[in-house]
């Protein structure tokens, strides 16, 4: 193993040997620096291979912070995104809870990583989410289970993401949303909790069914 070089961790070495706190001290300071030496990964990235199949057609990336889950996805973000894990510049600047450059039905598919938690209204940013999907199209949703997050974040040390809305945030929440709002659909795929604190799911938009019109 090569040996510290900063100046500050060279002095302090002995004392923390000493007090038998040498191995604690260590990972206090690789979480310190881990920021600085190695950028976290985007949570896009962490579900790419899982779920970048699904993306197919033209379809959209809401906040996705200059990586989108594929090339061709078109890039949505706010005018002052906050947060960066990629270069690509955002294409349309926006609020991702008003799709207004999107006609009704006209997209493949649309897919969001850790954005859905940070609105109030749930049930209303899923139907304008599907509003855009034509009828076969896929929701593909990648977000966090928000007390198993918080856990998380408390034991290593993770910066905790302070847009978060609801201390209830799960699958089984969205899952509610999604009945609730009675919008025809199945679940193509989905995994309770996957990379550690997150959860995904696949939804396909289905045509209105004849039962559904009066």
Known sequence: MTENRHPLVRAL?????????????RRIYHRVTRGKNRPMPSETSKCRPRLARFCEGSGLDLGFGGDPIVPHAI???LPAPYTAVGKRPTQLAGDATRLVWIADGTLDFVFSSH???DFEDIGAVLREWLRVLRPGGRLILFCPDEQVYRSHCAATGQPY?????HADFSLALVKRELFRIQIEHRVLHEQSLVDVYSWEIVIEKLAPSPESHP
């Open 75 to 77: 890039g949505v973000d």
């Open 161 to 165: 993401n302070n847009h978060h809305v």
């Open 115 to 117: 954005l859905l938690e």
């Open 13 to 25: 070495r002995p004392f923390a040997r000493g007090l038998g706190l040498e191995a604690q001290a």
